[in-house]
């Protein structure tokens, strides 16, 4: 079955697929924040419906949130990242719906009135379940640099992305560099 290279993954106004990567990478990678605070801040930035300051409590769900996502994102054969992400989507409450709140029709995947760390539940394991669905579960991955255990996901038009950010790129790429270049003849 070919695959298609959507422009928008989620169909949602807020981008669960980078929602899920920024919150993995803020709990699980060593450089991340996950205080209350910096999760309140993390999900501003994408959009979500923050009902003032992140409780402890949510930000404890959302710590345990992260943690069951980052194993979809490390598995590197496809039918059992789909099993995990089934695993994950089954305890998630979902209820699929059309909503306009003054932004216009889009889509929910919480069910109405449902609260923040229900939401946020929602959103992620949809966006990666449409990452997985329609460009391939290869399109997850955790940084190649040996030295970071950041994730990411490639929704890119062409499979290149091997590393969290340009930064981790640009280090092995001169590292290889200069390894080429020490052990070549002079």
Same mark, same amino acid.
Request: proline residues 6%; hydrophobic residues 40%; glycine residues 8%.
């Given at each position: 079955?070919?695959?298609?290279?959507? +422009?928008?993954?989620?169909?949602?106004?807020?981008?669960?697929?980078?929602?899920?990567? #920024?919150? @993995? =990478?803020? $709990?699980?990678?060593?450089? &991340?924040?996950? *205080?209350?605070?910096?999760?309140? #801040?993390?999900?501003? *930035?994408? =959009?979500?419906? $923050?009902?003032?300051?992140?409780?402890?409590?949510?930000? %404890?769900?959302?710590?345990?949130?992260?943690?069951?996502?980052?194993?979809?994102?490390? %598995?590197?054969?496809?039918?059992?990242?789909?099993?995990?992400?089934?695993? $994950?989507?089954? %305890?998630?409450?979902?209820?699929? !719906?059309?909503?306009? !709140?003054?932004? &216009?029709?889009?889509?929910?995947?919480?069910?109405?009135?449902? @609260?923040? @760390?229900?939401?946020?539940?929602? =959103?992620?394991?949809?966006?990666?379940?449409?990452?997985?669905?329609?460009?391939?579960?290869?399109?997850?991955?955790?940084?190649?640099?040996?030295?970071? %255990?950041? @994730?990411? #996901?490639? $929704?890119?038009?062409?499979?290149?992305?091997?590393?969290? *950010?340009? +930064?981790?790129?640009?280090?092995?790429?001169?590292?290889?560099?200069?390894?080429?270049? #020490?052990?070549?003849?002079?």
């Amino acid at each position: 079955m070919a695959r298609t290279s959507p +422009t928008e993954v989620t169909g949602y106004r807020n981008d669960g697929v980078g929602t899920a990567v #920024a919150l @993995v =990478n803020a $709990v699980t990678a060593d450089a &991340g924040d996950p *205080s209350p605070e910096a999760l309140g #801040a993390l999900l501003a *930035s994408y =959009n979500f419906k $923050v009902d003032g300051p992140v409780s402890d409590d949510e930000a %404890e769900a959302l710590r345990r949130w992260a943690r069951r996502l980052r194993p979809v994102f490390a %598995e590197t054969d496809e039918a059992r990242a789909i099993d995990l992400l089934n695993g $994950v989507m089954a %305890e998630v409450p979902m209820h699929p !719906h059309i909503s306009d !709140h003054g932004e &216009g029709p889009h889509l929910h995947y919480g069910p109405p009135g449902a @609260v923040l @760390v229900d939401r946020i539940r929602a =959103n992620t394991a949809v966006g990666l379940a449409f990452v997985i669905c329609e460009l391939g579960a290869a399109r997850l991955g955790v940084c190649l640099d040996a030295a970071c %255990e950041r @994730v990411y #996901a490639d $929704v890119s038009r062409g499979p290149r992305r091997r590393y969290c *950010s340009k +930064t981790c790129l640009n280090r092995n790429t001169v590292a290889a560099y200069r390894a080429r270049r #020490a052990s070549a003849p002079a």
